[in-house]
């Protein structure tokens, strides 16, 4: 046997104990990650009910209400060019629904923010009711959505249950429920809005997946960016993002990263929800995405 074949064989005997070791690697890791999230899911059942994460809670309230009245104000992505395009085709997306087939049904827009979904659901013909905790929000979907008959706002707090039991023919909640604080609470609130045969189109921040390291990534630049602003009052945190990231992409990293409360979901965590609460059909839409968008129909 000559030098060549042994320098061979060595390298080959060096990448396989390498994918053993690797392999043995990702096992441990894999527990490790799956525990903690595990125990987060527990945790997230106990936490509302201390005191000290109330505080977190109002912050993230403040937040969003500070960045509907100061961050965007009435210069609101609905009325964006881009938006106006994509809305409608990203409604159909994020639903599988044709978009005919929203014209005339009764929508809830939980969390509705600055009201830009609200206007794409009226658009496609929808008659909105649009439903948030910030004065500031509601103040602005009205102005977003003046144009359209029937649509009327509520202020709302989502952890609270509404009065508005089993009215919608869909209830929209788009990125909002995962800021509650209390996911779980919310969306039994928000979901008791769907009449039978009606359905629900959620979207809430998802954990980031095995085999895609951009979406840990994605997270750890996140979480970064949350522990820089913590220390700074909101105008402060405006400035700062519009100096490192420009004017319109350092408003949507406010959105991001201002508010101390952003949970991240499993799957089989919303869909055992969602089975508990008596949906069924239940569609994830988007699977190339981290975030969760998920359709469910109410059980008659």
Not at 204 to 226: A, D, K
Not at 241 to 262: M, Y
Request: hydrophobic share 40%; with cysteine.
């Amino acid at each position: 046997m000559n030098a060549k074949t042994v320098l061979r064989a060595a390298s080959r005997v060096s990448v396989a104990v390498k994918k053993v070791l690797l392999h043995e690697e990702y096992a441990v890791l894999r527990y490790a990650v799956d525990e903690i999230a595990n125990l987060h899911a527990l945790i997230r059942y106990v936490l509302p009910e201390s005191a000290g994460y109330q505080a977190h809670i109002e912050q993230t309230r403040a937040s969003f209400d500070y960045q509907w009245k100061h961050v965007f104000g009435t210069n609101l992505p609905a009325a964006t060019d881009d938006f106006k395009v994509d809305a409608l085709s990203l409604i159909e997306g994020y639903t599988g629904f044709p978009i005919d087939w929203f014209r005339g049904k009764a929508v809830l827009d939980a969390g509705c923010g600055n009201g830009r979904w609200s206007w794409a659901l009226s658009t496609a013909g929808a008659t909105v009711t649009a439903v948030d905790q910030s004065e500031a929000g509601i103040a602005a979907a009205q102005s977003t959505c003046a144009g359209f008959p029937g649509f009327r706002t509520v202020q709302h707090d989502l952890l609270k249950p509404l009065e508005l039991r089993e009215e919608f023919d869909l209830v929209w909640s788009f990125g909002v429920l995962h800021h509650t604080g209390d996911t779980h609470t919310a969306l039994g609130n928000v979901a008791a809005c769907v009449k039978p045969d009606g359905y629900l189109y959620l979207m809430v921040y998802g954990e980031p997946r095995w085999l895609q390291p951009g979406e840990f990534r994605q997270v750890n630049r996140y979480n970064e960016m949350r522990q820089t602003l913590a220390p700074m009052e909101f105008d402060e945190r405006v400035d700062f993002l519009r100096s490192k990231l420009g004017d319109w992409d350092g408003r949507n990293w406010f959105d991001a990263a201002s508010p101390a409360i952003n949970d991240l979901h499993r799957r089989s965590e919303v869909a055992e929800w969602l089975h508990q609460l008596g949906f069924i059909d239940l569609r994830f839409t988007c699977p190339e995405t981290r975030n969760i968008h998920v359709v469910a129909k109410r059980r008659d």
